[in-house]
């Protein structure tokens, strides 16, 4: 039986999925305490907003799912350098999705502006797009601030749009968010640019934040969110081959840049109207268009046409379609970063006005088992610390950690916590006295213990 195959029976059988186990269900970010904090330009500490971060709540029904959430991340938002007057805000959104999704029946419904699914701390997800396109008619920008409409107005497909990843890095903030019109989201992979192999923004030097997840090339990513056509979404590793097999691999976009130096076809040979030539301001990879998909039928760890593939993950050991946050071999973000252009599966706006049905509300605990927390991969660095020390969290942190320091003779020197949905947390060491510290971390249930050296 194929994978695929086998996928089909299980959502037949979707219906009496438990909620304990239904990972549309248990795998949101929920908070009702913490609140969130932002940077403003040239100061480096982070101001606190007075809004609730993460989902303050999950509901579920037979068919669907409500999340319920203010749109901000428990890691710091900002500084957005280009200009944006933008700061995140409150969204106070309800979202829905289905529990039992399925495959587009006819043409697949391509990603639109704005929202096309929610990471699972609440924040949006945008697709490639920053509203930006080339006016053929005037050679010239058109779309977003500081530009005159485009032709048909905002949202209206052009033959040349503009690819907010590279065109607009110098507004992302250090975890790669940024907000329009106060609607903080992402449109790729969202870990610090700080963690990337190859950094491509400083911005964290200054304005340290942390991002929702950190890769890890040596374990599954973990699911990071699901597109508005129900299906979910990782991190950039997964298993090489479908079935699970294969050990853990970077899980590759099929899309590349094309090999062009004008701009007057699309990828299949459509001829359009002529954009900008190639050059050092629109540079190849400046427009959506200069990319085209090439099949990599045979080499498992490719990704089909709308970024995603069937395949087995440690949520979904039946098999499930899934998108992931895409990225190239220095992590970069790979187009089209997470999900497109087009979805595969049964497209609907997820953002709704209200719960019109019966539903249940998810009570069940969020804290991470003991064996996970033991398996969280955790740096401590530099090791031996002289002024600062930081602590990373790999991978996904699902709870808040608690985080104390004791010297070598039982005394607690230090105490804090690593928010759900964070990576990072930093000790100031100047003032603690040359010797050896335990760092002890908690999630209320288990506890793992580090070791660092104090020069």
């Known amino acids: 039986m194929s994978l695929r195959t086998s996928f089909t029976s299980l959502l037949l059988a979707g219906l009496s999925c438990s909620a304990q186990t239904d990972p549309v269900i248990t795998s949101w970010l929920q908070n009702t305490t913490l609140t969130g904090s932002y940077y403003m330009s040239g100061n480096p500490t982070a101001i606190p907003n007075g809004i609730l971060v993460n989902c303050q709540q999950v509901e579920y029904s037979t068919d669907n799912v409500y999340i319920h959430t203010r749109g901000i991340p428990s890691y710091p938002t900002g500084p957005f350098l280009d200009g944006n007057p933008s700061l995140a805000e409150d969204q106070n959104a309800i979202f829905r999705f289905t529990r039992t999704p399925q495959p587009a029946s006819g043409t697949n419904q391509v990603t639109l502006p704005g929202n096309i699914g929610v990471f699972v701390n609440g924040v949006a997800l945008f697709d490639y797009r920053d509203g930006v396109a080339w006016n053929t008619n005037t050679n010239s920008l058109c779309g977003g601030p500081g530009n005159p409409p485009c032709p048909g107005g905002m949202g209206a497909q052009q033959a040349w749009n503009r690819d907010a990843v590279p065109a607009e890095r110098v507004g992302f903030d250090c975890s790669k968010g940024h907000p329009a019109m106060g609607n903080y989201h992402h449109h790729q992979n969202p870990s610090a640019f700080k963690l990337d192999l190859d950094i491509v923004s400083t911005i964290c030097n200054l304005y340290d934040a942390e991002g929702l997840y950190a890769i890890d090339s040596t374990a599954h990513s973990p699911l990071i969110g699901f597109a508005y056509d129900g299906y979910p979404i990782y991190g950039a590793y997964g298993f090489k081959n479908a079935d699970g ?128 927390l033991n398996a969280l991969g955790i740096q401590l660095f530099p090791n031996p610390a002289s002024d600062l020390l930081a602590l990373q969290v790999q991978g996904l942190l699902k709870s808040t950690l608690t985080v104390e320091v004791y010297d070598v003779t039982g005394k607690r020197v230090a105490a804090s916590s690593i928010p759900q949905g964070s990576t990072i947390w930093y000790l100031d060491t100047s003032t603690l006295h040359p010797g050896t510290y335990t760092v002890l971390l908690s999630n209320g249930s288990s506890e793992i213990r580090e070791r660092f050296v104090k020069r």
Do not use: K
């Open 245 to 372: 097999t294969g050990g853990i691999a970077r899980i590759r976009s099929g899309y590349q840049l094309r090999n062009i130096t004008v701009r007057t076809h699309h990828a299949d040979g459509t001829d359009v109207d002529d954009g900008p030539p190639v050059d050092a301001t629109y540079f190849l990879g400046y427009f959506r268009e200069d990319y085209e998909f090439v099949d990599h039928s045979g080499q498992a760890e490719y990704l089909d046409v709308h970024n995603g593939r069937f395949c087995v993950t440690p949520e979904y050991p039946a098999g499930t379609y899934a998108y992931f946050a895409t990225v190239d071999e220095s992590w970069n973000s790979a187009y089209p970063y997470v999900i497109g252009p087009t979805f595969y599966g049964q497209y609907s706006n997820a953002l709704v006005a209200s719960i019109t049905e019966p539903t249940t509300v998810y009570t069940g605990g969020t804290g991470i088992r003991d064996e996970a």
